[in-house]
């Protein structure tokens, strides 16, 4: 079993940056799509960024310009870098490995998350 483990959050201000880091247990990890999402409280979890195993890149609307994915194979990390940050991207950020017929559908456990607050 895939084992997910995501760090890099804190409490930046508006305008800020972090760099969030997921490491992933298992060849699984980095034979795969990869993907960030977050889940601020009482909504749903939604998809941030992905990043094919060849690199194409997509992101969510809200994000597009401001932040960047990125992966390391040979460390089997992904990476989400996160400039301009603004108060509505409070929330708790997780990697996982997206099925292959939906980027919304995710094939393993949940990790612990890493909590990004963002104060204006």
């Known amino acids: 079993q895939v084992k997910l483990v995501e760090s890099g959050g804190g409490l930046v201000q508006a305008g800020g940056s972090l760099r969030l880091s997921c490491a992933g247990s298992?060849?699984?990890?980095?034979?795969?799509?990869l993907a960030w999402y977050r889940q601020a409280p009482g909504k749903q979890r939604e998809l941030v960024a992905g990043?094919?195993?060849?690199?194409?890149?997509k992101y969510a609307d809200f994000v597009k310009g401001r932040f960047t994915i990125a992966r390391d194979n040979a460390k089997n990390t992904v990476y989400l870098q996160m400039n301009s940050l603004k108060p509505e991207d409070t929330a708790v950020y997780y990697c996982?490995?997206?099925?292959?017929?939906?980027?919304?559908?995710?094939?393993?456990?949940w990790g612990q998350g890493t909590q990004v607050t963002v104060v204006s």
């Open positions: 298992g060849s699984i990890f980095s034979s795969n799509d």
């Open positions: 996982n490995i997206p099925h292959r017929t939906s980027w919304s559908l995710v094939i393993v456990s």
């Open positions: 990043i094919t195993f060849s690199g194409t890149t």
